[in-house]
């Protein structure tokens, strides 16, 4: 059984920078993409980054194209956010699917808890 912990969320100040971590346990994640997510309260979950299992497909939401970067290794995903905006403000999932080039949330099996992301202006 897969699980995923993320770390690295935090409060920060409008144009600054976060690293966030994906830890995977139980299976390597050679066997999986990776997606990364994001919710506010009251809001429906949006997924902001994805990357392939062999690391060769990435897709960005619009509203972090050109900011964000998505890596992997068979021990983790990681999220680069940059130049960060009140409007970024969220907590943010890592999951894993074994499906296609997709941010649609249903294609993805195992999901950690996730991270608090918080952008002061």
């Known amino acids: 059984q897969l699980q995923l912990v993320e770390s690295g969320g935090g409060s920060v100040h409008r144009g600054e920078s976060l690293m966030l971590s994906c830890a995977a346990s139980?299976?390597?994640?050679?066997?999986?993409?990776i997606g990364w997510f994001r919710q506010v309260p009251g809001k429906e979950r949006e997924g902001v980054a994805y990357?392939?299992?062999?690391?060769?497909t990435t897709i960005f939401s619009d509203s972090v194209k050109g900011r964000f970067g998505i890596s992997k290794d068979k021990y983790g995903s990681y999220l680069r956010m940059n130049d960060l905006k009140p409007e970024d403000t969220a907590t943010y999932y890592c999951?894993?699917?074994?499906?296609?080039?997709?941010?649609?949330?249903?294609?993805?099996?195992?999901w950690g808890r996730g991270t608090l992301v918080a952008v002061s202006p």
């Open positions: 999951a894993a699917t074994d499906g296609g080039d997709t941010l649609n949330l249903s294609a993805y099996r195992y």
């Open positions: 990357i392939s299992l062999r690391g060769d």
């Open positions: 139980g299976i390597t994640l050679d066997y999986f993409s």
